[in-house]
T-cell receptor, first 112, second 113 residues
Framework: DGGITQSPKYLFRKEGQNVTLSCEQN?????MYWYRQDPGQGLRLIYY???????QKGDIAEGYSVSREKKESFPLTVTSAQKNPTAFYLC???????????FGPGTRLTVL | AQKVTQAQTEISVVEKEDVTLDCVYE???????LFWYKQPPSGELVFLIR??????QNEISGRYSWNFQKSTSSFNFTITASQVVDSAVYFC??????????FGGGTRLMVKP
């Protein structure tokens, strides 16, 4: 089935550690996105990539890094520089010819 | 600047009641798209509808309907005869500059049996 997968569903991290969240899509979409959602709030854009080997900062990129080596994959690394990383992280993708973004199931990151 | 406002943070209704979720947007772009997404407790966002700025026709899909009014910069969402399964957080979003989405803060809808 076509779709977006994110792993893991739940992730726990100790302060000071980097952690990488996985996002894979088999929809053949060119564009991929990472959003952060805090409790009771909307989504905020962290990074996005319109094409392989290219990505741009979103509204809250500080403390995060990404790579886009393959069309299907857009991993997000939460670094120790991110001051408050506990949140729900959503990955999305869209076709360059379509407007809808389709979302993965999300990863809930908790820093202990 | 782009902005989406969902003034209702939480709404509670009894099953079978009709309910309208408000969305007001701000943009200087003449071409833009508006969206509604549903986020059930599982967390995944589910796409509901897209509307472009040149199409002000209202749309109905089963129990769902949408009212787009450019004059008031609003894109409201109505659920008719609500059901418990409609309980979720609903987000309105504005697309601008390619594929960028600006989301509202969301409205949590609770439908009680």
């Amino acid at each position: 089935d076509g779709g977006i997968t994110q792993s893991p569903k739940y992730l726990f991290r100790k302060e000071g550690q980097n952690v990488t969240l996985s996002c894979e899509q088999n929809l053949n979409h060119d564009a991929m996105y990472w959003y952060r959602q805090d409790p009771g709030q909307g989504l905020r854009l962290i990074y996005y990539s319109q094409i392989v080997n290219d990505f741009q900062k979103g509204d809250i990129a500080e403390g995060y890094s990404v790579s886009r080596e393959k069309k299907e994959s857009f991993p997000l690394t939460v670094t120790s520089a991110q001051k408050n990383p506990t949140a729900f992280y959503l990955c999305a993708s869209s076709s360059s010819l379509n407007n809808e973004q389709f979302f993965g199931p999300g990863t809930r990151l908790t820093v202990l | 600047a782009q902005k989406v406002t969902q003034a209702q943070t939480e709404i509670s209704v009894v099953e079978k009641e009709d309910v309208t979720l408000d969305c007001v947007y701000e943009t200087r772009d003449t071409t833009y798209y508006l969206f509604w997404y549903k986020q059930p407790p599982s967390g995944e966002l589910v796409f509901l509808i897209r509307r472009n700025s040149f199409d002000e026709q209202n749309e109905i899909s089963g129990r769902y309907s949408w009212n787009f009014q450019k004059s008031t910069s609003s894109f409201n969402f109505t659920i008719t005869a609500s059901q418990v399964v409609d309980s979720a957080v609903y987000f309105c979003a504005l697309r601008w500059a390619g594929n960028m989405l600006t989301f509202g803060g969301g409205t949590r809808l609770m439908v009680k049996p």
